[in-house]
């Protein structure tokens, strides 16, 4: 069913092809994006070699998503492609292609090829989104792929909103949202009502156990919401003991200011909405960075680390797009590994300073198209 908030564009198919490297996030991108165009009334097969984190992710499926197996064959009756979206960089399968060119002949009518990049705030995006890449071997010579770059700036792909995305966060209850979580493990007493709710979604970053020291030792007590799997894992190899010893070291009269849950695998939509509740939230990689923007609270970013250091550029680009402020940067340069200095203290007046800063750049996103309508308004042009 079409819905309102896009009456221009036809009801296409929509391939997208989805090769899991590790983590999340190639999945969690794919999904947000397939589940976004079947909301605008677009029918989605998603294509990949791994959908198992969609066990957890989103266990209730999307009406007008259909997930198949990379590289299996179509469904005798199927309707052709009308656009291929073909996620970073994944190369899709060479039968596919083979039998949608068939098709295409037969129909008169090639399907939009786009090859959607990985997220990125530096310069060289806005100069390669929407460049043709003609396709030279195979089937499809002749062809063309397009590049489509999400990005924080107008002269990007933009990034993914969905239309109801400002409504459900307006509905949120925060206050009911966090009395209903269960008490942290650790917890000798209920969380104090003035306490720092922080979400710890990273890799493992050299600076976590001065993370948890800072919290432990702060005037004001922290809830640490820890998520499974990597930041868990670093979190416990910390030491339950040591953090208790941290936790209960009588600083400024304080004891037991840092209590730790660790948080079961949610579905994307739980999960963002653990952003909006907290008032301080740590994230990774691609999807939960934008996530944590839309949640427009202090956020601190651990960007996906790649073995030739490229990723320093990558985080330096972003923070000169935030327009971030010294204590976050040295925060980011610390965190990230890029300098071994002392963890900048998160204290009232720097998260204000990051609360500002955070906020007008959610503010700086709203005025700009998001990555769905425009992807759809490119392929409208292209065909
Ligand atoms: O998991 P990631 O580190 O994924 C990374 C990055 O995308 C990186 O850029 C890419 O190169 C690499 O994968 C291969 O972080 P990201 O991108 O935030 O993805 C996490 C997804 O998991 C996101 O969609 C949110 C979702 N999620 C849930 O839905 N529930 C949960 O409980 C948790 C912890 C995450």
């Known amino acids: 069913m079409q819905n309102h908030h896009a009456p221009f564009f036809p009801a296409q198919q929509w391939d997208i092809f989805c090769r899991v490297i590790d983590n999340f996030g190639d ?33 209730q499926g999307c009406t007008g998503v259909q997930v198949r197996a990379w590289g299996s064959a179509f469904l005798p009756d199927e309707r052709p492609s009308d656009v291929w979206v073909e996620a970073f960089g ?7 292609i083979a039998t949608s060119v068939s098709q295409s002949s037969a129909r008169g009518q090639k399907p939009s090829w786009i090859n959607l990049e990985y997220l990125s705030a530096e310069r060289y995006v806005e100069r390669c989104h929407a460049l043709p890449s003609p396709v030279q ?9 397009w590049f489509f ?3 924080f700036t107008p002269a990007t792909g933009g990034l993914l909103r969905e239309s109801d995305l ?3 966060q307006a509905d949120f209850d925060v206050a009911a949202w966090r009395s209903a979580q269960p008490r942290a493990a650790d917890a ?28 432990a030792q702060a005037t004001t007590a922290t809830r640490l919401l820890v998520t499974p799997g990597r930041a868990t894992a670093a979190t416990q190899a910390i030491g339950h003991e040591k953090s208790n010893q941290i936790a209960n070291q009588p600083l400024s009269g304080n004891t037991n200011l840092l209590s730790i849950s660790y948080l079961p ?8 909405e653990m952003l909006w509740a907290c008032d301080v939230n740590f994230v990774r990689g691609e999807d939960s960075l934008v996530r944590a923007l839309w949640a427009g609270k202090p956020l601190v970013w651990q960007i996906y680390p790649q073995t030739d250091n490229a990723h320093h550029a990558k985080l330096q680009a972003f923070l000169d797009w935030l327009q971030a ?3 976050l940067r040295q925060f980011h340069a610390v965190w990230n590994g890029l300098i071994d200095a002392p963890l900048p203290e998160l204290s009232a007046a720097t998260l204000q300073e990051w609360s500002d800063c955070i906020g007008a750049a959610r503010a700086r996103l709203l005025t700009q198209s998001d990555l769905l309508s425009q992807l759809m308004g490119f392929c409208s042009r292209e065909r």
């Open 27 to 59: 999945m969690g991108v794919c999904w947000r994006l397939a589940c976004a165009l079947a909301a605008r009334g677009q029918q989605v097969r998603l294509w990949t070699d791994d959908a198992s984190a969609l066990a957890w992710m989103a266990p």
């Open 90 to 96: 994944c190369e899709i399968a060479p039968d596919f």
């Open 137 to 145: 071997q195979g089937p499809a010579a002749g062809w063309t792929k």
């Open 149 to 151: 770059y999400p990005g």
């Open 166 to 168: 400002l409504q459900r």
């Open 188 to 215: 000798t007493s209920t969380t104090p009502p003035n306490a720092r709710w922080v979400s710890l979604f990273c890799y493992e970053p050299v600076a976590l156990p001065a993370l948890l020291a800072q919290c």
């Open 265 to 272: 695998a949610v579905t994307q939509a739980e999960f963002d």
């Open 325 to 327: 402020p010294v204590s």
